[in-house]
């Protein structure tokens, strides 16, 4: 199948009105090794009144108010309490890497590994107790491996989109060329009664080497900034001003694999309607400059459905993630 192509959408303004750094109002936990920021913000959903944040590279879901950005940090389950991965520390490579998460309809939250290597094949779902349970996906990312309309040269699942009764998951194209097999964008279809139903076996340890079926995959050209590849690297239903509507986060990261980190040209953020028709514009600050940041997650505010929320990778350990408030307009 053919890509679509996303064009540049001229009615489409997208404007960062203004970042905040998240740190946690604590500071930092030794004891539960937490640093005193939010690190690699990857993904962000409403969750109760806060929005919840999840990490790359560090193991907690943030809570976060996004006035002032003032987070709690509710630590997941870790062999022997470690809870910060990076190259620095040389365990990079066991980092769980959730890159997206969203709310249930039941209230539960549901982060999503990115499935690059085995031990990040991986859901977390925390319900109302705030205590975060790991559940072996690994079905799940078997099927999408095995589609390489989906996955391409290397699986890198870094959104998901609860539509009504499906999610939508978004594989991210930045990853290397593999036996002649390029890296792709794309998006596949999961019926949400059949995933909470898988879900529900799996968590009770009755797993079996059967995921769900995929549906309408479908592969994206999403174009380029500066030069460099646009990736997909979120997702959310749009607000109500526009049914059927989906957003997406895409990054221009020069990076040469789905493991290693590249320079970041910037940010765009996009739609795909209900009759398939795809559009995006760059990220820009209210001067209209270029906002050069890996943007990573978003989510729309439950009262103003032009603005979004979106949190910020900046791929630096000693920096906390941040929030922005992004104006979103469209005719």
Same mark, same amino acid.
């Given at each position: 199948?053919?890509?679509?192509?996303?064009?540049?959408?001229?009615?489409?303004?997208?404007?960062?009105?203004r970042?905040?750094?998240?740190w946690?109002?604590?500071?930092?936990?030794?004891?539960l090794?937490?640093?005193?920021?939010?690190?690699?913000?990857?993904?962000?959903?409403?969750w109760?009144?806060?929005?919840?944040?999840?990490?790359?590279?560090? $193991?907690?879901?943030?809570?976060?108010d996004?006035v002032?950005?003032?987070?709690?940090?509710?630590?997941?389950p870790?062999?022997?309490?470690?809870?910060?991965?990076g190259?620095?520390?040389?365990?990079?490579?066991?980092?769980?890497?959730?890159?997206?998460?969203?709310?249930?309809?039941?209230?539960?939250?549901?982060?999503?590994?990115?499935?690059?290597?085995?031990?990040?094949?991986?859901?977390?779902v925390?319900?109302?107790?705030?205590?975060p349970?790991w559940?072996?996906?690994?079905? @799940?990312?078997?099927?999408?491996?095995?589609?390489?309309?989906?996955a391409?040269?290397?699986?890198?699942?870094?959104?998901a989109?609860?539509?009504?009764?499906?999610?939508?998951?978004?594989?991210?194209g930045?990853?290397?060329v593999?036996?002649?097999?390029?890296a792709?964008?794309?998006?596949v279809?999961?019926?949400l009664?059949v995933?909470?139903?898988?879900?529900?076996?799996w968590?009770?340890?009755?797993?079996?080497?059967?995921?769900?079926?995929?549906?309408?995959?479908?592969?994206?050209?999403l174009?380029?900034?500066?030069?460099? $590849?646009?990736?997909?690297?979120?997702?959310?239903?749009?607000?109500?001003?526009?049914?059927?509507?989906v957003?997406?986060?895409?990054?221009?990261?020069?990076s040469?694999?789905?493991?290693?980190d590249?320079?970041?040209?910037?940010?765009?953020?996009?739609?795909?309607?209900?009759?398939? $028709?795809?559009?995006y514009?760059?990220?820009?600050?209210?001067?209209? $400059?270029?906002?050069?940041?890996?943007?990573?997650?978003?989510?729309?505010?439950?009262?103003?459905?032009?603005?979004?929320?979106?949190?910020?990778? @900046?791929?630096?350990?000693?920096?906390p993630?941040?929030?922005?408030?992004?104006?979103?307009?469209s005719?």
């Amino acid at each position: 199948m053919p890509p679509r192509t996303s064009r540049l959408a001229s009615d489409l303004r997208i404007t960062v009105e203004r970042t905040i750094p998240l740190w946690y109002r604590d500071g930092a936990a030794p004891a539960l090794d937490r640093p005193a920021f939010v690190r690699a913000g990857s993904g962000v959903t409403w969750w109760g009144g806060r929005l919840a944040v999840v990490q790359d590279d560090t $193991a907690f879901v943030a809570l976060v108010d996004p006035v002032t950005g003032i987070a709690e940090g509710v630590p997941m389950p870790m062999p022997g309490g470690v809870r910060q991965f990076g190259a620095d520390r040389g365990n990079k490579r066991d980092k769980p890497d959730l890159e997206a998460v969203l709310t249930l309809p039941d209230g539960r939250l549901l982060a999503f590994g990115s499935g690059s290597t085995e031990s990040r094949e991986r859901l977390l779902v925390m319900g109302a107790d705030r205590l975060p349970r790991w559940i072996n996906a690994a079905p @799940l990312y078997r099927a999408l491996r095995a589609e390489p309309a989906f996955a391409g040269s290397e699986l890198n699942v870094e959104g998901a989109a609860l539509l009504g009764d499906r999610v939508r998951l978004f594989q991210r194209g930045n990853g290397a060329v593999v036996d002649g097999v390029d890296a792709v964008n794309a998006t596949v279809d999961l019926s949400l009664t059949v995933f909470l139903a898988m879900i529900d076996q799996w968590s009770s340890g009755r797993s079996t080497d059967v995921g769900p079926a995929l549906q309408a995959i479908t592969p994206y050209s999403l174009g380029t900034l500066e030069g460099v $590849a646009l990736s997909f690297t979120d997702a959310t239903a749009w607000s109500a001003s526009h049914p059927g509507r989906v957003a997406w986060l895409a990054a221009a990261e020069d990076s040469p694999d789905t493991y290693r980190d590249g320079a970041c040209a910037g940010s765009a953020l996009g739609f795909i309607d209900p009759d398939g $028709a795809v559009g995006y514009q760059t990220l820009r600050t209210a001067d209209g $400059a270029l906002f050069r940041a890996k943007a990573e997650g978003i989510v729309f505010d439950r009262e103003d459905p032009t603005l979004a929320w979106v949190v910020l990778d @900046l791929d630096d350990s000693t920096r906390p993630s941040e929030l922005c408030a992004v104006r979103v307009l469209s005719a």
